[in-house]
């Protein structure tokens, strides 16, 4: 099977598809923030949340449904903020996924990757791992909002916790993008085989 990266290439491409999944996968849990209301876990992601507040008719009284799901519109987010994070990482994920997957056909297909190519790879995976950056970096500018200060004690604010943990998905998201940014994109510019040249 011919393949167009070199040895440090393939090393890229492993990485690379490993770096856009570790940011995919934390961008979609809804695991960013957590904290409790009512004596039940709650967590939050941009775009997600686990367990929320009804108001039950039968028994007069607020009780938490303990199941996670997405809001019901794109409004319903939280805060303007996490909107813009929601979309920024998002964009973010799937240039780094374009990448990786890419960087894995490359591995399988000749004269897919050239060393050009590979550093206009390298520059679009810091475009990505930078885009998520920025969704982190905005997220915490969320926890003002009415949702996170129920959960919170009422005593949150903006990069103030208050009673919740930065949950997991959050520093696996950040993870993935800070690889890619700064070590895939430094491979990408070794990863491609210089192309023959055809005397024609």
Same mark, same amino acid.
């Given at each position: =099977?011919?393949?167009?990266?070199?040895?440090?290439?393939?090393? /890229?491409? %492993?990485?690379?598809?490993?770096?856009?999944?570790?940011?995919?996968?934390?961008?979609?849990? @809804?695991?960013?923030? /957590?904290?409790?209301?009512?004596?039940?876990?709650?967590?939050?992601?941009?775009?997600? &949340?686990?367990? #929320?507040?009804?108001?039950?008719?039968?028994?007069?009284?607020?009780? =938490?449904?303990?199941?996670?799901?997405?809001?019901?519109?794109?409004?319903?987010? @939280?805060?303007?903020?996490?909107?813009?994070?929601?979309?920024?990482?998002?964009?973010?994920? !799937?240039?780094?996924?374009?990448?990786?997957? $890419?960087?894995? =056909? !490359?591995?399988?297909?000749?004269?897919?990757?050239?060393?050009?190519?590979? &550093?206009?790879?390298?520059?679009?995976?810091? %475009? !990505?791992?930078?885009?998520?950056?920025?969704?982190?970096?905005?997220? @915490?500018?969320? /926890?003002? *909002?009415?949702?996170?200060?129920?959960?919170?004690?009422?005593?949150?604010?903006?990069?103030?916790?208050?009673?919740?943990?930065?949950?997991?998905?959050? #520093?696996? $998201?950040?993870?993935?993008?800070? $690889?890619? =940014?700064?070590?895939?994109? /430094? %491979?990408?510019?070794? *990863?491609?085989?210089?192309?023959?040249?055809? @005397?024609?």
């Amino acid at each position: =099977m011919a393949s167009s990266l070199t040895c440090t290439g393939v090393i /890229w491409a %492993l990485l690379s598809f490993l770096c856009a999944a570790t940011s995919c996968v934390g961008f979609f849990m @809804p695991y960013w923030l /957590w904290g409790s209301q009512l004596g039940k876990s709650v967590s939050f992601g941009t775009f997600r &949340r686990c367990s #929320y507040p009804v108001h039950d008719e039968s028994r007069q009284m607020m009780v =938490m449904v303990e199941e996670c799901g997405r809001y019901a519109s794109f409004q319903g987010i @939280p805060s303007v903020e996490w909107r813009i994070c929601t979309i920024v990482t998002g964009l973010g994920c !799937g240039l780094l996924l374009l990448v990786a997957l $890419t960087a894995l =056909m !490359g591995c399988c297909v000749s004269e897919l990757i050239s060393r050009t190519v590979g &550093r206009v790879a390298g520059g679009i995976q810091f %475009l !990505g791992g930078l885009l998520i950056g920025a969704g982190c970096a905005l997220y @915490p500018l969320g /926890w003002d *909002s009415e949702e996170v200060r129920q959960t919170c004690g009422y005593v949150s604010g903006q990069f103030d916790l208050g009673k919740c943990e930065i949950g997991w998905a959050y #520093y696996c $998201t950040g993870a993935g993008a800070a $690889t890619a =940014m700064l070590l895939c994109t /430094w %491979l990408a510019c070794f *990863s491609g085989k210089k192309q023959k040249q055809y @005397p024609y």
